[in-house]
């Protein structure tokens, strides 16, 4: 199982970053998708979710209104579409992959992400 994020880098407050997690190795479709994030000295947070048939997001209230996730079953990909992005976002940023009903769970390696003020 792989989860390939890109996407992160350096951007100044107020822009736009677009993450992308790609999947292999998995029936991605059966999957709940999540993106979290680990601030420097801060433990991981979830920063939002997509459910498998990609119907249903839930969002980490700091993020709301601004951040938007999306999934791509046929490219077995999930994306992060992030706007009006501040310094409090600067974050490693991973892709989760999870089987409702079961402890499975993987991770990608983390992507980062830099907001300048």
């Known amino acids: 199982v792989q989860l390939v994020e890109s996407g992160g880098g350096l951007v100044q407050a107020g822009g736009s970053l677009r993450l992308s997690c790609a999947a292999s190795?998995?029936?991605?479709?059966?999957?709940?998708m999540g993106w979290y994030r680990q601030a420097p000295g801060k433990q991981r947070e979830l920063v939002a979710t997509i459910i498998s048939g990609g119907g249903s997001t839930d969002y980490a209230d700091s993020v709301k209104g601004r951040f938007t996730i999306s999934r791509d079953n046929a490219k077995n990909t999930v994306y992060l579409q992030m706007d009006s992005l501040n310094p409090e976002d600067t974050a490693v940023y991973f892709c989760?992959?999870?089987?409702?009903?079961?402890?499975?769970?993987?991770w990608g390696q983390g992507t980062q992400v830099t907001v300048s003020s």
């Open positions: 190795g998995i029936t991605f479709s059966i999957y709940v």
């Open positions: 989760s992959a999870a089987r409702l009903g079961t402890r499975l769970r993987y």
